[in-house]
């Protein structure tokens, strides 16, 4: 059984109430605010875990159009290895021209709830200040 929020999500949680039933919103939700805190941590930024982190996004930017796929296989190994709830994951770059500065990328993943495959997607966008932004 996949867990609705985070460790820390729960640790961290006001209320000690359970439930049997399985909310979808608050797993979504737990997810994607993991996801983000995840996505904005630089690699090499945390004493405990060197390869913690996303690479710095401006190193890449002699290597474009080139570093697009870099930056996708980074997203993907990255959530694969820490994010435990997701499954598998497709990435897809998808550019705006009315902001060519910013990288956007749609993810897709697959979780394992209650015995069955279930799909989650959502829009990851790495600013020219090398934020990222997930929605979803």
């Known amino acids: 059984m996949i867990a609705e929020k985070s460790l820390l999500g ?24 993991s996801l983000q805190n995840m996505l904005n941590v630089r690699k090499g930024s945390l004493i405990s875990s060197d390869d913690y982190g996303m690479p710095d996004f401006s190193r890449f930017i002699s290597q474009f159009p080139d570093a697009i796929h870099t930056l996708k296989m980074s997203i993907r190994d990255y959530l694969h290895q820490y994010e435990p709830r997701i499954q598998s994951v497709q990435i897809s770059h998808d550019p705006d021209p009315d902001k060519p500065l910013e990288l956007k ?5 697959r979780l394992f709830i209650n015995e069955e495959m279930q799909n989650m997607s959502f829009e990851t966008v790495l600013t020219s200040t090398g934020q990222a932004i997930i929605r979803g």
């Open 105 to 109: 990328f749609n993810v897709t993943t």
């Open 10 to 33: 729960r640790i961290n949680s006001d209320t000690n109430t359970r439930s049997l039933k399985f909310n979808y919103a608050s797993l979504h939700y737990s997810i994607l605010n």
